[in-house]
């Protein structure tokens, strides 16, 4: 009994003097989250670089706020450059700070800034001014492309469909390293509509749904083009797979589209210059962002599951470059507006970032847009009950915004006429 009471009163008694001035009251991070995680109901996942281990805080109990599970989590994993993120149910999920990457709260008050900056046509335009200078600036594109050779495209012979030819292109576009793609276009006889197509993070452009989606437009009337990203796909084969997690990859792949976009226009008879469309998805919405800003030439734009006031694009191809640093700030929906009044399509949905879409970017959007007197010319298509891919819907919905904007023809609209071509029929140099 003497040894259990000498044990009490040496633990309260450490206690006591663990939490003391003198102490700076501090308590190892391990045991402090179990104890907030009591407190307030929830569950902690630790992300595989997050280390609790032997790490002790400052003032612990101080940063715990009875009131507020988030803004207790906002003291604790600031001090160690951690941020928390609420997954599903009851569980929180603890990650180093990612720099691209906020939460939905400070994306509306992102919005709710910028929009104090114009409230009218001339003001915008002049932010809007600004923010083509400085991003073309930060991403150094004028110094890229200066370092370019633009050697003559080699182009693969012409492979005909029902209804649609596929052609490969590529491009050198600095020594030794080459702009890769394929050329979707229209059988009919006349002017298209041109459509650059940046891709996103998914298994390379030879997939079956990319392939079905460009052919789809080519059909209806359309010429569409496809590039590798930078380290992936025959692009790899030059420079590694880890050159694409790189700042080179982000002024790399807006060049990629930027020269394309440049060369059908220049060279090809069957392009109308009027109808100019740029359209992808997750980190290819990105881009078709940054190239809608870029290039004026472009007349529409469709960023599929991508845009967020809260969220730049999580790899180095996307955000690599601080172009969300220029006019002071900013993030995707500005740089998207920069198109206005020109018809635009964004398509979010439940199952990811974009899921704040209809409630907050949206309505900024159509705010801008509105001082064109053009709200109709910007549409969201949005589906709650997906997630994170061009799916059927998604391709629909891209579908009737390019034939409603560029009238291309709805009867020629079938997937089931696509000619699903192997990988290596689709490569030029490494197959």
């Known amino acids: 009994m ?39 109901g929830v569950k902690f996942k630790f992300d595989a670089n997050v280390d609790t281990v032997g790490k002790r805080l400052a003032y612990a109990d101080f940063r ?19 941020n928390w993120w609420k997954q599903s149910g009851n569980l929180y999920k603890i990650k180093r700070y990612e720099y691209p990457r ?25 932010r809007r001014d600004t923010l083509r200078r400085e991003v073309r600036q930060r991403l150094e594109l004028d110094q890229f492309l200066d370092s370019c050779v633009l050697g003559k495209p080699l182009l693969s012979k012409i492979r005909k469909h029902d209804g649609y030819t ?4 590529c491009i050198e576009l600095t020594p030794g390293q080459h702009l890769f793609g394929t050329i979707y276009a229209s059988t009919k006889k006349g002017k298209h509509a041109l459509i650059v197509c940046p891709d996103g993070h998914w298994p390379l452009r030879y997939r079956k749904d990319e ?31 880890k050159a694409h997690h790189t700042s080179r990859a982000h002024v790399y792949q807006a060049a990629c589209g930027y020269v394309l976009l440049d060369y059908m226009l220049k060279n090809r008879k069957d392009i109308d210059t009027l109808r100019v469309g740029v359209m992808g998805g997750s980190g290819g919405g990105t881009h078709t962002v940054l190239l809608s800003l870029l290039d ?76 064109y007197g ?29 034939i409603d904007v560029f009238g291309l023809d709805r009867s020629m609209l079938d997937e089931d006429k696509i000619t699903i071509e192997p990988d290596e029929a689709l490569k030029s140099l490494y197959k």
Not at 66 to 82: A, F, G, Q, R
């Open 2 to 40: 003497r040894k259990l009471l000498f044990a009490v009163l040496m633990s309260v008694s450490s206690f006591a003097m663990a939490q003391t001035f003198e102490t700076r009251y501090e308590r190892p991070v391990h045991d402090l989250m179990q104890d907030v995680a009591r407190r307030f």
């Open 64 to 82: 715990v706020r009875p009131y507020s599970l988030e803004m207790t989590l906002d003291n604790i994993c600031k001090h160690y450059d951690w």
């Open 102 to 126: 906020r939460h939905e709260q400070e994306g509306k008050m992102m919005l709710d800034y910028l929009s104090s900056l114009y409230s009218d046509k001339s003001q915008w335009e002049a």
């Open 166 to 169: 596929t052609q490969n292109i």
């Open 211 to 241: 392939q079905q989606r460009l052919g789809t437009l080519a059909r209806m009337g359309a010429v569409c083009v496809d590039f590798d990203l930078y380290g992936w796909g025959e692009s790899e084969k030059e420079v590694g797979a």
């Open 296 to 371: 004026n030439r472009v007349t529409a734009s469709a960023p599929v599951v991508h845009l967020a006031s809260h969220f730049d694009g999580g790899c180095p191809c996307e955000s690599g470059k601080p172009v969300q640093l220029a006019a002071g700030g900013t993030c995707e929906p500005e740089l998207a507006a920069v198109i206005a009044p020109k018809p635009m399509l964004v398509v979010s949905d439940g199952g990811d970032w974009t899921s704040s879409v209809p409630t907050l970017e949206f309505p900024y959007l159509q705010r801008i847009y509105g001082f």
């Open 374 to 402: 053009a709200k109709d010319k910007v549409r969201n298509i949005h589906l709650p009950k997906q997630r994170h891919d061009f799916n059927r819907d998604k391709r629909q919905a891209v579908y009737d915004f390019f």
